[in-house]
């Protein structure tokens, strides 16, 4: 009797690390961040190789990611927390473009083309982003759901 209770015992053991495993598995795989990415050209359409373009996170007030365009003048900076940003590109014989208000939601995959313009980097154009940001990365659909709206819904055994 005593070698079933210790086998039992071991069972359970050997179960509850299983189980322990695999909650933290399903809950490393929540993100909780986001990303931004875009193509930069010229008037012209043609793709700007080499621009600087400086993600900032305006909440910390700190520079998040400074990345350089490839040959397609396509940057992507993922993994970034949630937040507002402001997008700055920078490139030679061009003027200085930021766009500003950028929000990044959870899962969020935003697009920031910019089209730069012809003149010395010291000028500046600022765009002030639409508070209705459009995904161009994939098809899928989301949205955020705030307080009053869950409390809000309908549910079958709720009396008032």
């Known amino acids: 009797m005593k070698l079933i209770g210790l086998l039992a015992g071991r069972a359970m053991r050997i179960m509850a690390t299983i189980m322990l495993t695999f909650a933290v598995v399903s809950a490393s795989g929540q993100e909780t961040t986001g990303s931004i990415s875009g193509t930069i ?70 697009t920031a083309n910019r089209i730069l313009m012809i003149g010395s980097s010291a000028e500046v154009v600022t765009v002030t982003a639409d508070s209705a940001q459009l995904n161009f990365e994939d098809a899928t659909t989301a949205g955020l759901i705030s307080g009053t709206q869950a409390r809000e819904l309908v549910l079958n055994n709720r009396n008032y």
């Not at 970034?80 to 766009?99: H, S």
């Open 41 to 110: 050209t010229d008037s012209s359409g043609a793709a700007i190789k080499g621009a600087t373009v400086t993600i900032t996170n305006t909440e910390r007030n700190q520079n998040v990611r400074v990345l350089s365009t490839n040959a397609a003048g396509f940057y992507t900076a993922s993994s970034l927390p949630i937040g507002i940003y402001n997008v700055k590109v920078v490139a030679q014989g061009f003027k200085t473009d930021t766009v500003t208000g950028l929000v990044l939601h959870v899962n969020d995959a935003l």
